[in-house]
């Protein structure tokens, strides 16, 4: 089993609908990162957790240390927020280990 | 700034080759890193280095090995390319090497081995 798991791993919308995307780890953890990953290849950090939640423009993330659990919202989709979302937790060995992602597609 | 840039963007390599993947980062950050991303897959550290002159194995290391020529410069090498480690490379970069910290990713290198 993977320490990462995301899901869904692809997930189409319509522009303006509320997203989520969500993260579960079966391992302790100290932090947990969500970044975007473009269609060109590019790869930038959204957010960075260690508890509670987060809020940054359209996006929202949320974190449960005790239920292993994060979530990624997008609210007001737009086809802009097209992109892999990637969620990756900082383990006992102080290294980055990442899931698979969610591929996201916003249709106008 | 360019942040983390990479080169080349794409490779093509025939199995037993060797090439090395160049980073630098110009945002004075301590501790830089090297990782393959493979479909269906998360990124996979490969190695990293928390400071200058130190490295050290990460998740994936066989088949590589690297330099930190500097602050800023951060290479991996592939000594007798395989078709297995046809990959998309990524190196990134942090103020420290807590991983706390925010990652800021170069923009890949595409290589295939054939």
């Known amino acids: 089993k993977n320490e990462v798991e995301q899901s869904p791993q692809n997930l189409t919308a319509q522009e303006g609908e509320f997203i989520t995307i969500n993260c579960s780890y079966s391992v302790g953890i100290s932090a947990l990162h969500w970044l975007q990953q473009h269609p060109g290849g590019g790869i930038v950090s959204l957010f960075m957790?260690?508890?509670g939640k987060k809020k940054h423009g359209r996006l929202i993330a949320t974190i449960n240390i005790q239920e292993k659990h994060s979530s990624l919202h997008i609210t007001a989709s737009h086809p802009r927020d097209s992109a892999v979302y990637i969620c990756a937790v900082l383990n006992a060995g102080n290294m980055l280990t990442f899931g698979g992602g969610t591929r996201l597609m916003v249709k106008p | 700034n360019a942040g983390v840039t990479q080169t080349p963007k794409f490779q093509v390599l025939k199995t037993g080759q060797s090439m090395t993947l160049q980073c630098a980062q110009d945002m004075n950050h301590n501790s830089m890193y090297w990782y393959r991303q493979d479909p269906g897959m998360g990124l996979r550290l490969i190695y990293y280095s928390a400071s200058e002159g130190t490295t050290d194995k990460g998740e994936v290391p066989n088949g590589y090995n690297v330099s930190r020529l500097n602050k800023r410069e951060f290479s991996l090498r592939l000594e007798s390319a395989a078709p297995s480690q046809t990959s998309v490379y990524f190196c990134a970069s942090s103020q420290q090497l807590i991983s706390t910290d925010t990652q800021y990713f170069g923009p890949g290198t595409r290589l295939t081995v054939l």
């Open positions: 957790l260690s508890s």
